[in-house]
């Protein structure tokens, strides 16, 4: 244990025994110096912090030091009451303080009780009290504040944790000072019961067991019983004090003493108007001038000081301004900074700007940390902070959605309307403004509120605008979700999966794959759809075959097929059976025949005229059998799935191609079309 742990420990044990045990008068001057030497301690510190929680110990310190104080009433009580004598200190308080007037202490002492229990003791607890409420009920609304600023960019995620403990440091704080308030309350009431007990019972003592006439008893145990109430109120009224400064602090740049000048003192001419009213207050009253002159004069003299030194401030501040702007127009930096690209970006015309408005019941941050939430289940990656801004160059209902600085897509909004998308069966008393929906790109209106609730009996689906934006949002990331994963991004899911699996990291990651390796593996996967959550499994198959091959391609079709159980539920049809278009054996001969082998990896070296033959095919097949199963996907055998892919991704990116190999023996495959040569 450190020295300065077992101090406090031994000044709590010296407290328990300063109730229980005799302790000699030398001892007693000394602790009553002590206590009014931490009075005055507290007080200043309490006056040189900037905000409360840097005295976040004082509810705990307030505890300790008011049972110290009562510690000492009951020593000096029992010196008081057993030997009529409780130290020089005490005695000093009762007789030079008061100048031997036992009267005039006694009501010097009830004085500062009354302060002390009806001021600010009762200040304190209230605003305590008050402090504590607000705080509590202001910590929702402050939580949604830092995950606005986060979702904008505006903090970190480590800035979003610190703000997030502090508030929960403030609630704690509060709540604690609310209980505490009630020890320096309680600590005015026993005083004045002490101070009562000590007078009654020294004053029958001193007459029965001392032999001491009434007026000798009287004289000699109220005088030490006033100095000993002294001693101790004028503590504890500094300690009082104290609470109620750190209660009634807020946060700020500077200490109490720095608040206290820089804003009493922030507007001179004030000075000017208070130095008019004390000087008429000398002249027509019968108050001497020679008391209202000179502090009109020295009030005048500050107004006239004060308002010179705030006009140099403002000129040098605006000097100081015109140089930094210079010299950060000339810096590089300036121009570098231009340089940043946002990774995803969403900008609106000024109409849209209400959704972001969270004043005008806009939750549209709130639905993009959600989509970070979904997304990161869904994928597996940690989608990048949403940059929001409005852009007067749009029109004034119009969006569009950027990745890494370009325009990817577009839409309109009406706010006031309802987006409603026919079931197939049109009602003809449903009308609106014909568009398209833009996530999906199927027909839509945009109906008026008035006709939501019918079109919704009508089977129509209808959606207000916040969620069209979100689901087109999202539908936007999810398709672009392999542009998001850099290089940064990789190693920050590697150290994360390193914190659990570090044996499994070190066979993979940086020998034999790099991190830009593992990188390009991470990015097919996405590409086509598949999350990359289940990063054990990836990177036990990449630990697997990274020795023997660095073909990101072929390493892609290995983990694929580790993966099978989870293609297998996501593309199944209620996860026990497959609709399928096939390949026949002859065009996946063609094509197997087709690849290039080369030291640099293995490529699709095929006749122009035999790959559009083999796309039509698919084309047509696809269109065939659409009617019957909307969702699309080819299955063909593990050696040409990926080249099948590279033939049609650039006009058919949402089929999705399949090798048998990535299918769980238990799910049932059915074909419904064959694709076949012409």
């Known amino acids: 244990m450190k020295p300065r742990d077992l101090a406090v420990l031994i000044s709590v044990l010296l407290i328990i025994t300063m109730l229980i045990i005799p302790l000699p008068s030398w001892m007693l001057d000394f602790l ?3 206590n009014i030497s931490l009075a005055l301690l507290i007080i200043l510190i309490a006056m040189n912090t900037h905000e409360p929680l840097q005295f976040s110990i004082f509810p705990s310190l307030l505890l300790l030091v008011t049972l110290f104080r009562l510690g000492l009433n009951v020593s000096t009580t029992r010196a008081i009451l057993s030997e009529g004598d409780a130290g020089n200190v005490v005695h000093t308080f009762g007789s030079f303080v008061v100048a031997g007037n036992v009267l005039v202490g006694f009501v010097v002492f009830v004085i500062l009780v009354i302060i002390q229990f009806v001021v600010i003791t009762k200040g304190s607890e209230r605003v305590s009290e008050v402090a504590a409420r607000f705080t509590l009920d202001a910590m929702p609304g402050k939580q949604m504040s830092i995950d606005a600023d986060l979702n904008a960019g505006l903090i970190s995620d480590r800035e979003a944790r610190d703000r997030r403990q502090k508030i929960e440091q403030e609630a704690d704080f509060y709540g604690a000072m609310d209980g505490a308030s009630k020890f320096v309350k309680g600590d005015a009431i026993a005083g004045i019961i002490i101070v009562i007990i000590n007078m009654i019972f020294g004053i029958i003592i001193g007459m029965v067991q001392q032999g001491m006439s009434l007026a000798d008893s009287s004289s000699t145990y109220t005088l030490l019983t006033v100095g000993d109430g002294l001693v101790s109120q004028i503590p504890a009224l500094i300690i009082s004090t104290a609470t109620g400064i750190i209660v009634t602090r807020a946060a700020s740049d500077g200490n109490l003493g720095q608040d206290i000048t820089k804003q009493l003192l922030a507007f001179p001419k004030m000075l000017y108007i208070a130095a008019g009213a004390i ?28 308002g010179r030194i705030e006009s140099k401030r403002i000129e040098s501040e605006e000097v100081v301004e015109d140089e930094i702007q210079t010299e950060e127009f000339k810096s590089p930096e300036s121009v570098v900074s231009l340089l940043q690209v946002d990774p995803i970006e969403f900008e609106f015309g000024y109409s849209l700007i209400p959704l972001a408005d969270t004043s005008e019941g806009g939750d549209l941050l709130d639905r993009i940390v959600m989509i970070r939430r979904q997304l990161a289940l869904e994928l597996g990656l ?17 969006y569009r959605i950027k990745i890494k600085g370009n325009e990817l897509a577009k839409g309109e909004l009406l706010l006031d309307h309802y987006l409603a998308m026919s079931p197939g069966v049109e009602d003809g008393g449903i009308e609106g403004i014909e568009t398209v929906e833009p996530a999906f790109g199927l027909p839509a209106l945009w109906i008026p509120e008035k006709q939501k609730e019918r079109a919704e009996l009508s089977g129509y689906t209808v959606v207000d605008p916040p969620s069209v934006v979100s689901t087109h949002l999202t539908e936007i990331i999810k398709r672009h979700a392999h542009e998001l994963l850099g290089r940064q991004e990789v190693k920050q899911l590697v150290e994360h999966l390193k914190e659990t699996h570090t044996a499994l990291v070190e066979d993979v990651t940086p020998d034999p794959l790099s991190t830009g390796e593992i990188q390009k593996v991470l990015t097919k996967l996405l590409k086509e759809n598949i999350s990359i959550r289940n990063l054990p499994i990836i990177f036990e198959t990449l630990a697997d075959y990274g020795q023997m091959t660095k073909d990101t391609d072929l390493l ?8 099978s159980r989870q293609i297998s539920k996501q593309f199944g049809d209620n996860q026990d059976s497959l609709k399928v278009i096939t390949l026949s054996g002859k065009i996946e001969k063609k094509i197997a025949e087709s690849i290039q082998q080369t030291e640099h990896g293995n490529y699709l070296s095929m006749d122009p005229n035999d790959s559009q033959l083999i796309f039509d095919s698919i084309t047509s097949e696809i269109k065939r059998v659409n009617e019957v199963n909307p969702m699309n996907v080819l299955l063909c055998s593990p050696a040409v799935r990926m080249y099948v892919r590279q033939l049609i991704e650039r006009y058919l990116p949402d089929v999705i191609v399949l090798s048998y190999n990535e299918l769980e023996p238990s799910l049932e495959v059915q074909s419904i079309g064959v694709v076949n040569a012409s």
């Open 279 to 306: 000087f008429l207050l000398g002249v027509f009253t019968p108050i001497y001038q020679i008391y209202t002159l000179p502090i009109a004069g020295l009030l005048v003299y500050g107004g006239y000081q004060l």
């Open 32 to 34: 009553i110096i002590t």
């Open 382 to 398: 940690v989608v990048p902070v949403v940059r929001i801004r409005d852009n007067i160059q749009l029109q004034p209902n119009e």
């Open 556 to 563: 892609t079709e290995y983990v694929r097929q580790s993966l």
